[in-house]
């Protein structure tokens, strides 16, 4: 079974340039995470989808981040200007749902996307 | 909220020797616990988990006890190898987030 995949593995722009991350989950998988790391922290949610919907976004900086997940499936994380601080691994993960039960559903990691802003 | 709090590192430990990294937690309900791994330049991988109380989770040699008493969930490892390098991550799930620790950097030398 294929895993979660995201796509570029890496990108380097300049500040205030746009950028957009893309993630496929897992086949089946109707919940999918958007994720922040900073070197030497875990994981910070951004953004949770069920499905299309975006059950969970209190965390992502709306004036310059946006997330869509059409159609359910594969999704797409911008940053619209990126700024010096937004330097990270941008992680994506994909769960199977509310129907193994809210507790023990369990989150599937892809490699990430580390973001260098100059 | 929920937390969860792990010894910092990095752990230095030669082949072979034991490994224990700590982790305690913070939580309301009735969360599951979770080790993820993440190897240089790589995403997480889920190593083991744990969804009820006394519940041992383990994988490739690794294993961790969800001890709601203490409220702990240390990883541990009878026999450590240089490809077990990595930083290890301890995380609890509750209704709806998934609350990482800061992670720990294990570093095995031959």
């Known amino acids: 079974e294929a895993g979660v995949v995201q796509s570029p593995r890496y990108k380097i722009i300049e500040k205030k340039q746009p950028v957009a991350f893309w993630c496929n989950p897992i086949s089946g998988h109707n919940t999918l995470y958007w994720y922040l790391q900073n070197l030497g922290q875990g994981p910070e949610l951004l953004i949770r989808?069920?499905?299309?919907?975006?059950?969970?976004d209190s965390q992502l900086p709306k004036d310059r981040f946006s997330a869509e997940r059409l159609k359910g499936v594969d999704s797409t994380l911008k940053i619209q200007p990126a700024e010096l601080g937004d330097s990270a691994v941008y992680l994506c993960a994909s769960s199977p749902g509310r129907r193994e039960g809210p507790f023990t559903d369990t989150q599937y990691f892809g490699p990430g996307t580390r973001l260098t802003v100059l | 909220g929920d937390s969860v709090t792990q010894m910092e590192g990095p752990v230095t430990l030669s082949e072979e020797a034991f490994l224990t990294i700590n982790c305690t937690y913070t939580?309301?309900?009735?969360?599951?616990l979770f080790w993820y791994v993440q190897y240089p330049g790589e995403g997480l991988q889920l190593l083991l988990k744990a969804t009820k109380a006394d519940d041992k989770g383990s994988n490739k040699g690794f294993e961790a006890t969800y001890r709601k008493e203490t409220t702990s969930f240390h990883l541990e490892k009878g026999s450590v190898q240089v490809s077990d390098s990595a930083v290890y991550f301890c995380a609890l799930k509750g209704y709806s987030t998934l609350t990482f620790g800061k992670g720990t950097m294990l570093l095995v030398s031959p």
């Open positions: 939580a309301t309900g009735y969360p599951s």
């Open positions: 989808y069920e499905n299309e919907e975006a059950v969970d």
